[in-house]
């Protein structure tokens, strides 16, 4: 796919209606056979959603400037990961040392 080319906007266009439609159809027709299963089907189609979209509208590569904006870019997605990840898991240790003590007692443990 070229830098801009009209064949990529068209590949990348196909791909992204594809990509949402099949989730989409997913979560209305509820075809799935268990929730968890189409939650990771959803979750997997996204992530190549996003390959697509950084491939074909970004031209994200590793030929771009010497490879350094996909480098930029990769650092950017793991910085993004570790704070979501980080923060989600920091809320469900809350949530689970946050919960109330058994037999209805108040205030801290001594």
Do not use: K, Y
Request: hydrophobic letters at 55%; a positive charge; charged letters at 5%.
């Amino acid at each position: 796919m070229g830098h801009g080319s009209r064949r990529g906007h068209r590949i990348g266009s196909l791909l992204a209606i594809i990509l949402t439609v099949v989730p989409f159809w997913l979560v209305m027709s509820q075809q799935g056979p268990a929730p968890g299963w189409t939650a990771a089907v959803i979750f997997a189609l996204a992530l190549v959603q996003i390959v697509v979209h950084v491939v074909c509208f970004l031209h994200l590569d590793t030929r771009s400037e010497g490879g350094w904006t996909l480098l930029a870019f990769l650092f950017t997605a793991v910085i993004v990961v570790l704070t979501i990840g980080g923060s989600v898991w920091v809320m469900f240790h809350l949530n689970t040392n946050m919960m109330p003590m058994p037999g209805g007692m108040t205030g801290p443990v001594r």
